[in-house]
């Protein structure tokens, strides 16, 4: 079935680790988000790209880095781990403006 | 001043009744809106668009006023299964980004 997915769903590790959190989707849309969820904070944009080699800052891009080579695939790194990371963070896609934005289900990552 | 900015709640309400969540945004140039819907510890789903005339989805009534950059979203007859967080969320030009607003926790009682 057609639809956004991410990768790992879970996960925990250390302060200091690199992290990469999946996102793969199979609607062949332009745009791909990161989004992280925290209390308080609602949903704040991380990173977005807009194409496949196009990349842009969202609200909160310090820490994270991103990459789009295809199209379907937008894997969010973080470099060194810290414990302010820890938070669920969503992929999302639309197929452009005025459009529905898809979420995935969600990757939960504590930092310890 | 927050782009998207809605009253977080929560709203306790008793079954059957009516409640209605408001949110401003501010860029005037604003294209789309949306609401969304949020169970705990599941991702954001579309609720239903918002349209400048204004749109019904059974018992969900969606309002936009571009003059006030106003959104209202009216829900009659609330169910238990209404119990979610709803997410006012605008596209503020003209790119496929969005924008959400915190949400707002409506908890229906019985």
């Known amino acids: 079935d057609a639809g956004i997915t991410q990768s790992p769903r879970y996960k925990i590790t250390e302060t200091g680790r690199q992290v990469t959190l999946m996102c793969h989707q199979t609607w062949s849309h332009s745009y791909m988000f990161w989004y992280r969820q925290d209390l308080g904070h609602g949903l704040r944009l991380i990173y977005y790209s807009a194409a496949a080699d196009i990349t842009d800052k969202g609200e909160v891009p310090d820490g994270y880095v991103v990459s789009r080579s295809k199209t379907e695939n937008f894997p969010l790194t973080l470099e060194s781990a810290t414990r302010s990371q820890t938070s669920v963070y969503f992929c999302?896609?639309?197929?452009?403006?005025?459009?529905?934005?898809?979420f995935g289900e969600g990757s939960w990552l504590t930092v310890v | 001043r927050k782009e998207v900015e809605q009253d977080p709640g929560p709203f306790n309400v008793p079954e059957g009744a009516t409640v209605a969540f408001n949110c401003t945004y501010s860029n005037s140039a604003s294209q789309s809106f949306f609401w969304y819907r949020q169970d705990c510890r599941k991702e954001p789903k579309l609720l239903m668009s918002?349209?400048?005339s204004g749109n019904e989805d059974g018992r969900f009534t969606a309002q936009l006023n571009r003059a006030s950059q106003y959104i209202s979203l009216l829900i009659r007859d609330s169910k238990l299964s209404d119990s979610a967080t709803y997410l006012c969320?605008?596209?503020?030009?003209?790119?496929?980004?969005?924008?959400f607003g915190q949400g707002t926790t409506l908890q229906v009682k019985p």
């Open positions: 918002v349209y400048s």
């Open positions: 969320v605008v596209n503020p030009g003209n790119t496929g980004k969005l924008i």
């Open positions: 999302a896609s639309n197929g452009g403006a005025g459009n529905t934005i898809y």
